[in-house]
């Protein structure tokens, strides 16, 4: 799926659809594939090893406080929406960001 990710509306909707598909059992590999390949699609970033595994806990992570509802939509789409936007800025701060918060 590609989305504008300067448009606010596509964002929205895009984060809203993810984040509702993170209480599916399948939903958190689906989540962290499709961000990973919009994150390289918007910028000239390309995720490693270490950084396909950092992604993975970092959306591991959200997955399992949305579940347990320590973490609501709204926050959850806050949190997502950070690392579209440093992807959408060409930053190779996202890369950082996904580590630290894994």
Not at 16 to 39: A, F, P
Not at 66 to 85: F, S, W
Request: charged letters at 30%.
């Amino acid at each position: 799926m590609s989305i504008n990710v300067f448009n606010a509306e596509a964002r929205h909707d895009y984060l809203s659809q993810q984040v509702s598909r993170l209480r599916e059992t399948t939903g958190e590999m689906d989540v962290r594939l499709g961000l990973q390949k919009l994150i390289e699609d918007v910028s000239s970033l390309k995720f490693g090893d270490d950084d396909r595994a950092a992604l993975g806990r970092y959306v591991g992570r959200i997955t399992a406080m949305v579940r347990t509802g320590e973490l609501d939509e709204r926050t959850a789409k806050v949190d997502l929406n950070k690392v579209l936007m440093a992807a959408a800025a060409n930053s190779p701060d996202v890369l950082h960001y996904i580590h630290m918060e894994a």
